[in-house]
């Protein structure tokens, strides 16, 4: 059973000088958002031991929940020298490089963490997404499909092998793992497009058609969807409604950046030959 914060209280007081009691007090201050005040237990806790690892990971994780990016590399790089097979603070650090784009320095940290503890599936997860952002697609591959084997139940890491394997113009992979995804959230619009589109490339047109009404009964304007609709429509010899519908798309998605891509797109697509 959890301490309170006043049981902590209590056996500090008895122990003033325990880092680990102090690290505790931190831990309860942070779960409940008080963040300044698990700072002050972390430091607490490292002035009666310098080098007390946990304490720097913390400081670390305290300050990327303030936002503080600087400081919370600063503190979990500062773990590392004391432990430095500390895969956790690797991840924290690699998953900080990734959400900012910087993807170089997120492959360096995270395959150092996958290196001390390969049998951590999001660890794996993330190295794939990262070479998958930096076109080393056979990585990616590698990446997630290591993922996969860890946890063969995430939707996450079925839908981003589906990724990169149609990037690669593996579509037969692709729409594999996208069923598979769809299989753990069935209203997921944007793997079931992604999923048509598959179908699509592997020249299963009728298929698809059944599939993209799926999507489009959830969301009737969903614009990536209506435009899957009428590729389809396109290749089943419907000329007519396909040409309708990417008129509509276009219509929907005017001046939206959002879909900035997907209209060009269908503006090249619809310039006369």
């Known amino acids: 059973m959890d301490k309170t914060i006043e049981q902590l209280l209590l056996e500090i007081k008895a122990d003033p000088k325990n880092p680990e009691l102090l690290k505790e007090l931190g831990n309860l ?39 503080q990016h600087e400081k919370a590399v600063h503190y979990w790089h500062e773990a590392i020298k004391i432990k430095p097979d500390f895969d956790h603070a690797y991840f924290n650090i690699g998953y900080h490089h990734f959400q900012k784009g910087f993807m170089r320095e ?34 990616a591959i590698s990446e997630f ?45 944007k793997a079931r ?10 020249g299963k047109f009728e298929e698809g058609l059944v599939e993209i009404e799926k999507v489009l009964a959830a969301d009737p304007n969903y614009p990536p969807a209506l435009c899957t609709r009428g590729e389809l429509l396109e290749k089943l010899g419907r000329a007519e409604e396909a040409r ?26 619809m310039k006369p030959d």
């Open 29 to 67: 201050y942070f779960r409940n958002d008080q963040y300044d005040q698990a700072i002050e237990q972390y430091q607490a806790a490292l002035a009666a031991n310098p080098d007390y690892y946990k304490a720097l990971y913390n400081l670390g994780n305290t300050y990327y929940k303030m936002e």
């Open 106 to 139: 997120a492959i360096k940290a995270l395959r150092e963490a996958s290196r001390i503890n390969p049998d951590a599936p999001d660890t794996h997860h993330y190295l794939g997404l990262s070479y998958h952002q930096t076109n080393q697609f056979n990585e």
């Open 145 to 189: 499909k290591a993922a996969i084997e860890l946890d063969p139940e995430d939707p996450d890491y079925h839908y981003n092998l589906a990724n990169t394997s149609y990037d690669m113009g593996n579509y037969e992979q692709a729409a594999e793992e996208w069923a598979i995804t769809l299989g753990y959230r069935p209203n997921d619009s």
């Open 193 to 202: 497009n992604n999923y048509c589109d598959a179908l699509l490339q592997l």
């Open 244 to 269: 309708e519908l990417f008129n509509r798309v276009k219509d929907l998605i005017k001046d939206n950046s959002a879909w900035e891509l997907l209209y060009k797109y269908l503006a090249d697509k």
